[in-house]
T-cell receptor, first 115, second 111 residues
Framework: DAEITQSPRHKITETGRQVTLACHQTWNHNNMFWYRQDLGHGLRLIHYSYGVHDTNKGEVSDGYSVSRSNTEDLPLTLESAASSQTSVYFC??????????????FGPGTRLTVL | GENVEQHPSTLSVQEGDSAVIKCTYS??????FPWYKQELGKGPQLIID?????GEKKDQRIAVTLNKTAKHFSLHITETQPEDSAVYFC??????????FGKGTSLLVTP
């Protein structure tokens, strides 16, 4: 069955370290998204991609970067982790066809703690 | 950009009662309005969605209504069950792709 996976599921790191969170989907979806979820803020969009080599900044992109070298993967990198980036991170994907079913399928999340 | 407000932030109902969650949006160009349910420790999952050319959509015990003029939409859950307890998010999009989410409603259904 097609799915979307995230790794690691839990990560503890130190301030200033570079961290990369992986996201892999097997639906062959063109659209992929990264969100962070914090109490009182809901889900906030970090970066998104509408296809290979396409990346776009979301609402809270400062301190994060993404690259899309293939359809299946959209890794999220924290160049220099800060305590404010302690959060639960969700990856999602959806199909390309606008006007059709635009359901976003979410991964299980990665809980990141920055000490 | 789009701003989605969701109310209430917490909601407690007795089993069998109805639950209503309301959202407003700011961008009149928004045309897609999904609702997601998130259970503890899991990612959000789509439960129902509506497009701007439709005023109401129903799927068994859940329904969504949309008022484009007032720029608000609502989720209605009837005959609530304990397994309906979860966090519910509304969202809006004007492109069909990137979503702007509300802050969520924690629904508790007590037996």
């Amino acid at each position: 069955d097609a799915e979307i996976t995230q790794s690691p599921r839990h990560k503890i790191t130190e301030t200033g370290r570079q961290v990369t969170l992986a996201c892999h989907q097997t639906w062959n979806h063109n659209n992929m998204f990264w969100y962070r979820q914090d109490l009182g803020h809901g889900l906030r969009l970090i970066h998104y991609s509408y296809g290979v080599h396409d990346t776009n900044k979301g609402e809270v992109s400062d301190g994060y970067s993404v690259s899309r070298s293939n359809t299946e993967d959209l890794p999220l990198t924290l160049e220099s982790a800060a305590s404010s980036q302690t959060s639960v991170y969700f990856c999602a994907s959806s199909s390309l066809i606008q006007g059709a079913d635009n359901e976003q399928f979410f991964g299980p999340g990665t809980r990141l703690t920055v000490l | 950009g789009e701003n989605v407000e969701q109310h209430p932030s917490t909601l407690s109902v007795q089993e069998g009662d109805s639950a209503v969650i309301k959202c407003t949006y700011s961008d009149s160009a928004s045309n897609y309005f999904p609702w997601y349910k998130q259970e503890l420790g899991k990612g959000p999952q789509l439960i129902i969605d509506i497009r701007s050319n439709v005023g109401e959509k129903k799927d068994q015990r859940i329904a969504v209504t949309l008022n484009k003029t007032a720029k608000h939409f609502s989720l209605h859950i009837t005959e609530t069950q304990p397994e309906d307890s979860a966090v519910y998010f509304c969202a809006a999009s004007n492109s069909g792709y990137a979503l702007n989410f509300g802050k969520g409603t924690s629904l508790l259904v007590t037996p």
